[in-house]
């Protein structure tokens, strides 16, 4: 049996995310591609699924905009188009998409060329990934990038309205996973260790 909230979340730290990208080989289209993934996932702490279904016309170049579709009930997600994110996407496209009539922008790097089925496939490229890189958690897939990015969040001061906001859960109980590894709110309320009374 499994209770709500009884896990704590086991997130990349941002030094083991930076390493996971700087591993990345660039010069490969696969590399690109598996770059922009990476670069989706720790900049914006969306669900795999949400990369994966991401369509060229969500990416508005004009307004600097990009828009993650909702899954899992939550919420669609608006945000800014950062440099970082907008130079990975531009790289991948202009150098590494297939050609295709596909609306999705992440595609097999093998023919017959096809958007990638789903989270669990993404999930596979991000656990090569960070393997390459060196590192091992218990959870090796996209989440991990997820909720690394909450606690980053949280450590910045972020609040947890805005935190759910921005990972698009409807509900903000979802979200109070996170208060679990907020640990600056966590030493405020922490009691001291009592001391050894000898008698």
């Given at each position: 049996?499994?209770?709500?909230?009884?896990?704590?979340?086991?997130?990349?730290?941002?030094?083991?995310a930076?390493?996971?990208?700087?591993?990345?080989?660039r010069?490969?289209?696969?590399?690109?591609?598996?770059?922009?993934?990476?670069?989706?996932?720790?900049?914006?702490?969306?669900r795999?699924?949400?990369?994966?279904?991401?369509?060229?016309?969500?990416?508005?170049?004009?307004?600097?905009?990009?828009?993650f579709?909702?899954?899992?009930?939550?919420?669609?997600?608006?945000?800014?188009?950062t440099a970082?994110?907008?130079?990975?996407?531009?790289?991948?496209?202009r150098?590494?998409?297939?050609?295709?009539?596909?609306?999705?922008v992440?595609?097999?790097?093998?023919?017959?060329?096809?958007?990638?089925?789903?989270?669990?496939?993404?999930?596979?490229?991000?656990?090569?990934c960070?393997?390459?890189?060196?590192?091992?958690?218990?959870?090796?897939?996209a989440?991990?990038?997820?909720?690394?990015?909450?606690s980053?969040?949280?450590?910045?001061?972020?609040?947890?309205?805005?935190?759910?906001?921005?990972?698009?859960?409807?509900?903000?109980?979802?979200?109070?996973?996170?208060?679990?590894?907020?640990?600056?709110?966590?030493?405020?309320?922490?009691l001291p260790?009592?001391?050894?009374?000898?008698?």
């Amino acid at each position: 049996r499994t209770y709500k909230l009884a896990t704590v979340p086991r997130g990349l730290t941002d030094q083991q995310a930076q390493q996971t990208l700087r591993g990345v080989n660039r010069k490969t289209p696969a590399g690109r591609r598996n770059y922009a993934i990476l670069q989706l996932l720790y900049t914006y702490g969306v669900r795999g699924g949400q990369v994966c279904a991401l369509r060229l016309e969500d990416i508005d170049w004009a307004r600097n905009e990009i828009l993650f579709q909702a899954t899992k009930r939550g919420k669609d997600v608006r945000v800014p188009l950062t440099a970082e994110v907008g130079e990975s996407l531009l790289d991948y496209l202009r150098n590494s998409r297939p050609p295709c009539s596909c609306p999705e922008v992440f595609l097999t790097c093998q023919a017959p060329y096809h958007p990638l089925t789903n989270s669990c496939s993404l999930s596979g490229i991000v656990n090569r990934c960070l393997r390459a890189a060196g590192i091992e958690l218990p959870s090796m897939g996209a989440h991990a990038f997820r909720h690394g990015f909450a606690s980053r969040m949280l450590q910045q001061g972020h609040s947890l309205k805005a935190i759910a906001d921005v990972l698009g859960h409807r509900r903000l109980g979802t979200t109070f996973l996170y208060t679990k590894v907020d640990f600056k709110a966590l030493n405020q309320v922490a009691l001291p260790w009592p001391e050894e009374v000898s008698e």
